[in-house]
């Protein structure tokens, strides 16, 4: 979180630095916003975790893609907005495969074999703007949406053993909310820079049929996603 | 940051993302660990050992019956029963087996003030596919029998007994003595063989460790139901015992008459099984589908009384192997018993047996361990 706070510090200040604006500019532009963002979604509590614990998701840091459009009222103060996202996260196999290690030990040798989580979020939510101080804002907002989740093939063979796990791919449309904070900045009276930092959270489930009895199980998803991305007044 | 974090769970919190489903899993059936494990909770500082193979056995509990002579402060040894429940995780891969006291009632019924040793337990369900069998079979199909070995009568004989299936002995049936089987020499450590089809086939233990994978689920019920099956359609049982009427202990086999338990059989044709006893001391035969695990201090071992087994294929038992230092010690490991778990539940199975190693609790204490289902052990480091 430290690192987070950082670097939101940091590009505030270039983004400030960079950009000197009249404070003009921010006063005049349009209540209706399309913006577009990239960055990285990491992974936190449990769905981060890379141990043979609970929940466990063995996720690793991967890219995110966003976009929306964004309404504001007659005092463009509060206002609403409608996302789309992307998110791809690598599954830790270098960690799924060294606790299999540690599990085994020196019964045969364990081999993995994994693919990485996606997920495409669709959501509506509200939105708050704050003054601008050197035509940058800050806007918080907290929104809900539905998810399609992607859960990744899983394969695990021992040497002795045989193959000793396989979860297969499966898809499962979820319920889904974020809540986050964007630092914007005006170029001009159409256009804008922003970073946000945005906590997304779900739990979708998917069914193992390779396990006894078609085992049911979720897996508890939540990111922090830090985007850098453009907006385009209109 | 922090505070937007708690203010977002909170908020997800109200959203009502539920879930009650479990996590997912990182085995997809349960493995019996391969470390020889002391079976802590139900040894005592006294002497554990002999223990049966389950009364049943129920997806992931058993019964588990043994001599002790923990109740006589040495004295003998008397039976002493838990009930057991296998706790498998298959998220963080942990084994464990929770005992619990359970006095079954024909545990006290057979115990006196002499030395009780090798029970033995079978759980002798024939359905309909055996409309051959003769009438006296068929009216004793629902009690099962219980063998164990008692010096009452002076040296160590066979007795048996049999019980309702709630653990109860059959109402004036008390223990008598095998007496087709005993002599004035000690004879103890019965156990039934039915030779099934699965017999026939080779088991070296040259399948792939994947095939182990495709014998689990519905499949693997199946297979073991029609085994069963095939197992009672043979018609005729033998059991397998000690006996040291030869100078020292070696293994017997006695096959009963068709369509007869072997304990009814008016005649039993006793045999020395030459392919498994040797000079040595040969004891404690147990056999589970056509696996026979016992007990030798013959040469070739660790020391002192080390495990053996042997499979039976084409209708010979083939040469008996030693399990290896993963099992045995330079100490003595005693009264070996296969634990057979649900193929659809775990990969392999569980051997329970005995051994005074260091490291216990004190004497003789009851040990388990994984065993892989081919015919080989999970712990000879292959």
Known sequence: ?234 | MQTLKQIFLIFLALLGTQSCHESRLNLDIAIVPREVTNFTEVNSSYDDYNSAGPLYFAGDAFSLVFSSNRNSNRADFDLVSYQCYINYDQVNISFDIWPDSWEYPMVDSVNSTHNEWGPYLTFDILGSHTPDYDPEWETLHDTSRFFFSSDRAGNQDIYYCYYSPGGALIPGQWPVSFSSLNTEFEEGYLCLHQETATSQETATGQETATSQKAATGQEAATKQESATKLAYSSNRETCYFTSDRNGNFDIYSAAGEVNRRVETSGTLQVARVELLSSAADDKCPYIVNDMMVFTSDREGGQGGFDLWYSVYSNGTWSAPENFGPGINTEYDEYRPVIIPLQPDLFVNDMLIFSSNRPGGKGGFDLYYVGMDKRGTTAATGL
């Open chain 1, 1 to 234: 979180m430290n690192i987070s706070r950082t670097i939101v510090i940091l590009l505030t200040a270039v983004l400030v630095s960079a950009c000197p604006k009249s404070l003009s500019a921010q006063d005049s532009i349009q209540r209706n916003a399309f913006h577009f963002s990239a960055g990285a979604a990491a992974p936190y509590d449990e769905f981060a975790a890379s141990t043979f614990t609970y929940r466990a998701g063995f996720a690793l840091t991967g890219i995110n893609l966003d976009g929306g459009v964004i309404h504001y009222g007659r005092r463009k103060i509060l206002g609403v907005y409608a996302d789309a996202g992307y998110a791809f996260l690598p599954f830790n196999e270098k960690r799924y495969l060294a606790e299999y290690d540690r599990i085994f030990e020196d019964v045969g040798t364990m081999s993995v074999s994994t693919e990485g989580y996606h997920y495409l979020r669709a959501e509506v939510g509200f939105l708050i703007r704050t003054i601008a101080i050197l035509d940058t804002r800050i806007i918080l907002q907290a929104g809900v949406g539905y998810t399609l989740f992607r859960h990744p093939y899983l394969s695990a063979i021992n040497t002795y053993w045989g193959i000793v796990n396989t979860v297969n791919s499966d898809l499962d449309f979820q319920l889904s909310g974020s809540a986050g904070i964007r630092l914007e900045h005006a170029l001009d009276e159409s256009a804008g820079i922003y970073l946000s930092y945005q906590l997304f959270a779900s739990k979708p489930d998917f069914s193992d049929t390779e396990s006894y009895r078609d085992h049911r199980f979720y897996v508890p998803v939540r990111t922090q996603q830090i985007n850098i991305g453009f907006t385009r007044y209109f």
